[in-house]
């Protein structure tokens, strides 16, 4: 093997473990609603690049998910950026009370949320319930 190929498979290698978070889609108007209209169950993470508790729920998240594949088979996850949306319709309707809030709805019904919440055995029951909906 040559030093391109070596490098090129190691890049590979590294790419990877984050292919199975392409389900992760990031906010935009109307989007929840689409996947609601469809039967889907969404998993709301409104979050800020900034926030330290948003970080450490991530990595919980995708923690998760690669131990289940399924999560991101059965589940639509849509980041929703709170600089961005914090004051917009979604967290109003919803009644979001700050970043670092996790949501899942099916319907036109909320099956659970948690706030600030980063334990794991937490944040695995809320995906779990996701799930079981699914």
């Known amino acids: 093997m040559n030093r ?11 790419a990877l473990p984050n292919l199975s978070f392409a389900a992760q889609m990031n906010y935009k108007e109307g989007l929840v609603e ?19 508790t948003c970080a450490a729920q991530e990595r919980v998240i995708n923690s ?6 399924d999560y991101d088979k059965k589940i639509t996850f849509i980041d929703v950026d709170w600089d961005e949306h914090g004051k917009g319709m979604l967290v109003n309707e919803h009644n979001i009370p700050r970043r670092s809030t996790l949501v899942v709805l099916k319907g036109g019904e909320e099956l659970g949320r948690i706030v600030a919440g980063t334990g794991k055995a937490e944040i695995k029951a809320l995906m779990d319930l996701a799930l079981a909906a699914s």
């Open 4 to 14: 391109r190929q070596f490098c090129l498979t190691g890049l590979a290698a590294l």
């Open 34 to 52: 689409k996947h609601l209209a469809k039967g889907d169950v969404v998993f709301l993470d409104f979050k800020a690049s900034w926030c330290t």
């Open 64 to 69: 998760l998910k690669q131990s289940n594949p």
